[in-house]
């Protein structure tokens, strides 16, 4: 359709759309003519699609971003325009802005400007009235043409047609054809005209709300099918209910009860409304209406003159309070308000009513069904843990070696107690993260554990050192001050593994001051009670929520979001448990948690140990090392060279054939996973050749070797490996020369 004739200075249309409709190439076709007559392009738009216009304006031939950096066209926020600076009534913005464009060269002003933030503000008719009545001096008396985008799904046909007496040209497309209707170019009278548009759009109307009926069913159910809680669920029936129609905007009360503090989700809802709502009074007439009635409506006219005030200035005709409820289970209340006269939520009620039991009866299914989802994603997450634990502590075993070889190099070199005391810690620690390796790669499988006596008071104070860095410079950089207070006085032994009793300590520890954000105190104590060790790990945290206090041993259970990942405390539990052990947790919010561990006494006598590394230079032996993780093969290098004995290094496949002809070796020490060939079958070529030679393998795999691979090999060494360890292993080839 032509549509230039219908466009020039001083005329404005008010441009007809709903959310099924794309008016943005009339917009482009609008612009288009206002490009060509040098006029200054304004777009102040609410919610419609830039690439949109863009694509159309590429359609008559610009170039999108050259038109907004020449300043030609300039897109601007309507809510900004009209509500934050109220437009409507400072006036003489726009005369300014016309002006400018004046002034700037241009021949006049072409604005579109959407009127939809009108609705979503404090509108009322008598505001926009009031604005388009001002608008007819400032069109006759400067060069201004504008299209006034109306969304009729918002504004309903009614409040359209009550403002255009003061402006009687209109545009509106039916499918793709686009209808003008102007004062001066008529086929037919004014009034024949607006009965034939009126007629049109309610029957537009109500075919659209009968297609929502649908839609809003079919979306609400496929929608909800995704969401992760009952209040999601909640919030997109909301949503829908408004998006719909059904009503301007509305909130939910999730605390159904006069004791439970209301707990509020909102969908457009003026805060002045939230605050009419909050009213102890209303929420009491609630309960107790609830329990004759299914559902409230509530008449603007009926209401108390101090309500009817607060309701009238939001311009709203009619609120619908409904229970979200199935049977005897009631998760809230839903209200909603309509500013649409012709569309009140009297005649919507009964649907809306059903609509909210269904909700509450898809809730309820939803939660029966996430305990199952829960139950078979933690079993996913359990398998899924298992598979990835080979290859990751692989990779962690050759980079614990080199630590551990290395610390223990230089515990052999240097004097300095001090340093050395350091270097015992990061041994420990090595050790320690060695033996979680080694516990998680046991993790799908069901294997006998090597227990140990452990002096549980050493085992807290090495954990205590463990953590100092977090406990003490970590939070002296965060400006608080955290002591650890310890009392042991157990002098105790327990039965476990050594490394998971630090980890037990490490981890009260470790949650304890991340519970105290702003400083405070830990205090550990130990004693016998008959035949246990009573352990108590105390701090002046944050403290639990009883919730939150049920559910702490739960796996992956965390209320640290994204820095933790909710296996601590399981894991503490399981090793307490493991030890035929108890854990008992107080906690009070702002008051802080104590945890109090009881482990069964176990009577030992203690061993010295032996601490030979050196060895005689009789009994030096000629090494060669394979592996292709330089820093792994350095670290054994300098362990082996510490015991004496006379090393080579081989990190390439290709060397290792002329190393062996190029000299003669008592032994090989070679890594499982060398590139392209495995330790296995370098172990087979080598005996091959020299069936004399020693070999020891090296692996941080736990897994089991077959029968017929281990007959080329003499020994097995896990990774991390200490030098003791190495030095024992040395000692079997000795002993066979």
Known sequence: MELDKYFKDGVRYHLISSDDDNVVDIIALYFDWALRNNKKCIFYRHNQNINELEFFLEQCGYNFNFLVEGGRLVIDSAYDYFVDKKVYINTHLLVETIKSALAEGFSGVAIVADR??????????????????????????????????????????????????????????????????????????????????????????????????????????????????EREIIETTLKYICNTNYASFGLVDLSPSLEQVSDIIAYNVPEKMIELYYTQQIKSRIEKYFNKVKYILINTEDVEERFKEILNKYNIFTCAILPIKYNDINFGYLWLASRDVNNTLNENAEFLYKVCETVAKMILQFKNYKKIQDGMLLASKLQALGELTGGVAHEFNNILTPILGYVQVLKDKIDDNELIKYLDMIEESAKDGAKIVKRIQEFSSRRNKVVEYVDIDKAIIHSVEITKPKWAYEAQVEDK???????????????????????????????????????????????????????????????????????????????????????????????????????????????????????????????????????????SLKILIIDDQVHVANAVNEMLSLLGHDCSVVTDNGEIEHVLKSKSFDAVICDLAMPGITGVEIAKRIKEQYPKTFFILMTGWLGKLKEEDLIYVDEIMQKPFSIEELRKAIEKIQAVR
């Open 116 to 229: 939809e933030c009108f609705f979503e503000s404090e509108y009322a008719e008598d505001k926009l009235y009031y604005y388009e009545k001002k608008l007819d001096d400032i069109f006759k008396s400067y060069p201004v043409s504008a299209l006034s985008i109306y969304n009729i799904d918002k504004f309903g046909v009614d409040g359209f047609f009550a403002i255009t007496h003061l402006n009687p040209n209109f545009i509106y497309k039916v499918i793709n054809e686009i209808f003008v209707h102007n004062k001066d170019i008529v086929s037919f009278s004014y009034e024949e005209t607006l009965g034939i548009v009126y007629t049109f759009l309610k029957r537009r109307e109500k075919s659209v709300r009968e297609n929502k009926i649908f839609g809003f069913i079919s979306n609400l159910s496929t929608e909800i099918s995704y969401k992760r809680d």
């Open 481 to 619: 001050k955290i002591d650890v207070l310890l009392d042991l006085k157990s002098g105790a032994f327990v039965e476990g593994i050594v490394t998971e009793v630090r980890e037990v300590f490490v981890n009260l520890i470790s949650n304890a001051v991340d519970a105290m954000p702003n400083g405070g105190k830990i205090e550990i104590n130990s004693y016998n009670e008959d035949k246990y060790v009573v352990i108590k790990v105390k701090d002046t945290g944050i403290g639990m929520s009883k919730e939150v206090l049920s559910r702490i041993f739960e796996p992956f259970f965390t209320t640290k979001n994204e820095r933790g990942n909710g296996l601590g405390l399981h894991i503490v539990y399981n090793i307490i448990t493991s030890m035929d052990g108890t854990i008992e947790v107080e906690s009070r919010e702002n008051y802080g948690s104590e945890f109090t561990i009881k482990l069964p006494i176990r009577e030992i006598k203690v061993k010295e140990k032996e601490n030979t590394l050196s060895c005689s230079e009789s009994n």
